[in-house]
């Protein structure tokens, strides 16, 4: 798993140095997520990379039973993660990832479940890894992994000390 979150500090870093326009204009989080994705393209050969995909072949990505649902779901139950490495197809899942800007005042615990639920071994289409990200203006504010359905401290920990180290993090 390390592997592939040091390949999302890579993509952090090409996105911090090439995307100072948007950053320093407050644009949208989806604008800046698409950016991130691009980055995320190039290290992740053999993976397709998508933003806010919902299907897994012909079905639809939905939370399980009892979930909470987004109010920007057109179907009140399926799901929409910023950034998915993955492969269509198979379907393989490697990676969630939930995006937020630091100006974003809106409580964590939608991503946070929703990435619970992504990670989730118990669910047909679970990813292998999810990431929660506070995109600053110059860093990343906050992150958090997931796997297998529960914050995962110890790879968290791991993570933001990898943030710290590559200059993308001010804690």
């Not at 009140?76 to 974003?104: C, F, G, M, T």
């Not at 989730?120 to 860093?139: N, S």
């Amino acid at each position: 798993m390390q592997t592939e979150l040091n390949k999302v500090v890579t993509a952090l870093q090409e996105f911090y140095a090439r995307e100072t326009f948007l950053l320093d204009r407050d644009v949208g989080e989806r604008a800046l997520t698409h950016r991130l994705a691009v980055e995320f393209e190039k290290h992740f050969p053999g993976w397709e990379i998508d933003c806010e995909f919902d299907r897994l072949g012909d079905r639809t990505l939905r939370l399980p039973h009892g979930s909470t649902v987004s109010t920007d779901d057109h179907l009140a139950k399926s799901i929409y993660p910023d950034i998915v490495v993955h492969q269509r197809a198979i379907p393989n899942n490697l990676l969630a990832v939930e995006v937020r800007k630091s100006a974003n005042h809106q409580p964590l615990e939608h991503d946070r479940h929703k990435l619970r639920a992504l990670t989730d071994p118990h669910v047909w289409f679970a990813y292998w890894i999810g990431v929660l990200l506070t995109l600053g203006k110059t860093h990343v504010t906050m992150s958090e992994v997931y796997t297998s359905g529960v914050l995962d401290q110890a790879l968290s920990g791991w993570f933001a000390q990898r943030l710290k180290d590559a200059g993308l993090s001010a804690g």
